[in-house]
Nanobody
Framework: QVQLVESGGGLVQAGGSLRLSCAPSGRTFSRAYAMGWFRQAPGKEREFVAATNWSGYRIKYAESVKGRFTISRDNAKNTLYLQMNSLKPEDTAVYYC???????????????????WGQGTQVTVSS
């Protein structure tokens, strides 16, 4: 069982930046995990933000964050990142990290494609 822990959330003004991190709790993370970020705003469904395959070479972004957010991973540090720039009030949400045991070029953009999830970290963007 993989337990994921997100960190880096907080309160920021519109136009500001935050960097989220995600790492496994209590174990060394295998390289063979595709990983992604999803978010859920109050009263809305959880939605896809960005994802990467196990190597970090293949990446997908939601249209709403393209050009502003950057997903990356450091497999030596067992950590997934989400650099968020030019934040907008509509980016306010709980951000979740997800992982799926895949050792190929696969990048998932649907929630049901991931087996492992973190508890989430709150990001609030004030106007």
């Amino acid at each position: 069982q993989v337990q994921l822990v997100e960190s880096g959330g907080g309160l920021v003004q519109a136009g500001g930046s935050l960097r989220l991190s995600c790492a496994p709790s209590g174990r060394t993370f295998s390289r063979a995990y595709a990983m992604g970020w999803f978010r859920q705003a109050p009263g809305k469904e959880r939605e896809f933000v960005a994802a990467t395959n196990w190597s970090g070479y293949r990446i997908k972004y939601a249209e709403s964050v393209k050009g502003r957010f950057t997903i990356s991973r450091d497999n030596a540090k067992n950590t997934l990142y989400l650099q968020m720039n030019s934040l907008k009030p509509e980016d306010t949400a709980v951000y979740y990290c997800a992982a799926e045991n895949r050792y190929d070029e696969w990048v998932g953009a649907r929630q049901d494609e991931y087996d492992y999830w973190g508890q989430g970290t709150q990001v609030t963007v004030s106007s």
